[in-house]
């Protein structure tokens, strides 16, 4: 049966269709925000996946290009590989909803999203994230839902609530949150420098929308949502448990895993489990979920020791950052690099510089995105956690990864104006024992001081961990977070910034939500760590960017020419500017607003570069002294190229101040000479003198060359006076001709 349901949001009006479009899936909502249109569904397989110890979800956020009216680029014409964009949204859905499926449950679930219409004042983003989490809850699939999302920016220093396009060119802040009943179960942000205050104000402000959401999501699950279906649990069973203590008790566990090294703790515990496969093996139900078994043993001990006893793994105090390590310049030949070392976590960054041309195009359904002028890309190479796979180029994780460090440099970069490159950063991870990704934004903005790019502040990343009890009040948060805490702990906040403020939040969760208190000391440990981070390790590599680019990097140098002038500098079919770069060697790069960047290697050459643009496009006047090419000899002169398409001719008489017989005696072609614009005429063409006597900058023309004027007029006059005489005479001499010829008629007559 087909039921629409409507609530105003944000001043819009958001729409749920149910059971008018893919009624065979578990759930399905027809969302509409405003003129954005996403289906929404969710599926559930009828038995859990075999051989597996993880929930098997699958988020898939689909651009379509035909939603803003485009057809795709390239020879295919249809939507290929999902964008980063696509990949970073499937992320954000996924992060707030896995933590609300059983624990137990192994059945695969996929969550799709096709864009279909796009509205760029009403997000597809967010409407996708609450179309998935309606289209879940009105499913027959178990979960713990509803939970809702809200979008904040913030403009001229006020909050606004799901930021139309307008307002997110404007917005110092770009807030994702999601919530439950009752918690923050997700944080999503990019910012300008906030003050972690505003931040916190922000964060609860979006939980008090969803509270609204989520209600509006009650009425609907009421009437349309299904019974939830019943499910093979995956769950340990408990003698398992049993059986596992009497062999491994639990001092020899909390032994085995309590170390700071994690060679060794995984040492410790693969011995653990081949005794104990040993033990069990002739129970093969039980071999099948061990591994997901020692699994949770871990965990429970490593959360009983972290919350009863303040004990970490590694020993450290809960508000302890392990040991710090920060170089630059590692690899001679590139642009840019530098290493940041925390614990068993190590990040090689390399910046390289390019002309803006190399900035990454983008083709989405975002209008306002046609481009990105800093890429930051992670990897993470299967050796930095001691293991051996092939390399498949890069996975969610690692465009996640890279798209938050990427986040919170962004705010720092100089403008284009500033600094005309493209910019490139890759975080190689060296090593990996938790907080990668944090050390990624240190490691770049290092690295980017050193090739010289102008950053305003240095950026550090910090990462905060959580273990909680049966209440609300019963939790501990710890400071920088290492590989296992993360896997057993419940939350891994990560945060940048700089001394001023906040320029990048991500929070993963694996409970269901946050509360007020916890929310506010994550951020204050994380604003404390990462300040010591900036002033004690960063800071001794490398205070401030270098005030020039590297020797290897690129030069570029820019200047503004009238855009009508634009077709001059690049010519014919482009053979102005192709001449510029085949005898420069450089690259020029011409914007319609008539911005010109030049980039080379050889300064020189850049100049000379610019020399030859200026004199294009600069109007040539009387006066003027310019240096120019002998490009063509005639016996009167010689033609000189000032710029290309721009010639003048210096005359027999002005190739010195001694008379010149013959012009190949002066100059020959090929000669680089200078000369002085003596005349440019009506027609265009170009009077100009080599003589030492016109070169005075202070002499007006004018002046040098009345006297040629007035020598021209007196042989103009001669010239006239002689045509006149001439004429004179022709007319005599037809007169006494045609007398001649009267008397001979005359005379013939007579005869």
Request: hydrophobic share 35%; with cysteine.
């Amino acid at each position: 049966m087909f039921k629409s349901y409507s609530m105003e949001l944000a001043g819009r009006t958001l729409t749920v269709e149910v059971g008018r479009v893919a009624k065979q899936a578990s759930g399905a909502a027809f969302m509409h925000y405003g003129d954005t249109v996403v289906l929404s569904t969710a599926t559930a397989s009828d038995k859990p996946r075999e051989g597996i110890d993880f929930f098997p979800l699958s988020v898939e956020y689909e651009e379509k290009l035909y939603a803003v009216g485009k057809i795709p680029g390239g020879f295919n014409k249809r939507e290929g590989k999902a964008s980063e964009n696509s990949v970073l949204t499937s992320r954000v859905i996924d992060r707030p909803m896995r933590p609300l499926f059983p624990k137990d449950y192994r059945n695969d679930v996929t969550l799709d999203n096709i864009v279909m219409s796009v509205d760029q004042d009403c997000s597809p983003e967010l409407t996708a994230m609450l179309g998935s989490a309606i289209a879940t809850c009105i499913s027959d699939i178990p979960f713990d839902g509803p939970c809702a999302t809200t979008q904040i920016g913030m403009v001229d220093g006020e909050l606004v609530v799901n930021p139309t396009q307008a307002q997110k060119q404007a917005s110092d802040m770009a807030l994702t949150v999601a919530s439950t009943r009752e918690k923050v179960i997700m944080i999503e942000a990019g910012a300008n420098e906030v003050a972690e205050d505003i931040m916190i104000e922000a964060i609860f402000k979006a939980h008090s929308v969803n509270q609204e959401v989520i209600k509006f999501i009650d009425t609907i699950v009421a009437e349309c949502g299904k019974p939830k279906h019943t499910y093979i649990s995956c769950a340990v069973p408990e003698e398992l448990f049993a059986a596992i203590r009497e062999i491994v008790p639990q001092e020899e566990m909390e032994v085995a895993v309590f170390t700071d090294d994690k060679q060794t703790r995984e040492d410790n515990i693969r011995n653990i489990t081949a005794k104990l496969e040993e033990a069990f093996a002739d129970k093969e139900e039980w071999l099948a979920v061990l591994g997901e078994a020692i699994y949770q043993y871990q965990k429970k001990t490593v959360r009983k020791m972290i919350l009863k006893d303040h004990k970490r793994p590694d020993g450290r105090a809960v508000d302890q950052i392990r040991p710090l390590a920060a170089e630059i310049d590692m690899l001679p030949r590139v642009h840019g690099s530098a290493m940041f070392t925390r614990g068993q976590t190590q990040i090689l960054n390399i910046c390289t510089l390019a002309p803006l041309s190399e900035s990454q195009r983008l083709d989405g359904i975002d209008d306002m995105e046609t481009s990105k002028r800093y890429m930051h890309h992670y990897n993470f190479p299967s050796f930095s956690v001691g293991e051996t796979k092939p390399s498949r180029g890069p996975g969610r994780r690692e465009i996640g990864h890279g798209a938050l460090a990427e986040r919170a440099l962004v705010p720092v970069l100089p403008s284009e104006e500033e600094f005309p490159y493209a910019i490139r950063t890759v975080s190689e991870t060296m090593e990996s024992n938790g907080s990668t990704s944090q050390a990624s934004i240190c490691s770049s903005s290092m690295s980017l001081m050193a090739a010289g790019v102008p950053i305003k502040s240095a950026v550090a990343g910090i990462s905060c961990g959580l273990v909680t009890g049966d209440t609300d009040d019963d939790y501990i948060v710890l400071t920088d977070i290492q590989g296992l805490e993360d896997f057993f702990g419940d939350m891994d906040f990560k945060v940048g910034g700089t001394h001023k403020g906040i320029t990048a939040i991500q929070m993963d969760i694996k409970i269901h939500g946050l509360t007020r208190p916890i929310i506010e000391e994550a951020i204050r440990r994380t604003r404390e760590a990462r300040i010591y981070i900036l002033d004690e390790v960063m800071a001794k590599a490398i205070a401030e960017p270098r005030t020039e680019v590297g020797k290897y990097a690129p030069k570029i140098e820019q200047i503004s020419i009238d855009p009508q002038k634009i077709g001059d500098v690049v010519g014919k079919q482009g053979k102005v500017i192709n001449k510029i770069i085949e005898e420069t060697g450089v690259k020029i790069d011409i914007s319609d607003d008539g911005s010109v960047s030049v980039c080379g290697t050889d300064k020189e050459m850049i100049a000379r570069a610019i020399e030859i643009i200026k004199s294009i496009v600069t109007d040539i006047e009387a006066g003027a002294i310019m240096k120019g090419k002998v490009v063509r000899i005639m016996n009167f002169g010689a033609f000189v190229e000032l710029a290309p398409n721009k010639d003048g001719m210096v005359h027999i008489s002005k190739l010195s101040d001694k008379r010149v017989e013959k012009v190949e005696d002066a100059v020959n072609i090929g000669d680089e000479v200078t000369v002085r614009v003596m005349e440019v005429d009506k027609m265009g063409r170009i009077n100009l003198s080599m003589k030492p006597g016109d070169m005075d900058p202070n002499v007006d023309v004018s002046t040098l060359d009345s006297g040629r004027r007035d020598s021209d007029r007196r042989d103009s006059g001669r010239r006239d006076s002689g045509r006149r005489d001439g004429g004179r005479r022709d007319s005599d001499r037809r007169d006494s001709d045609r007398r001649d010829s009267d008397r001979r008629d005359s005379d013939r007559r007579n005869s």
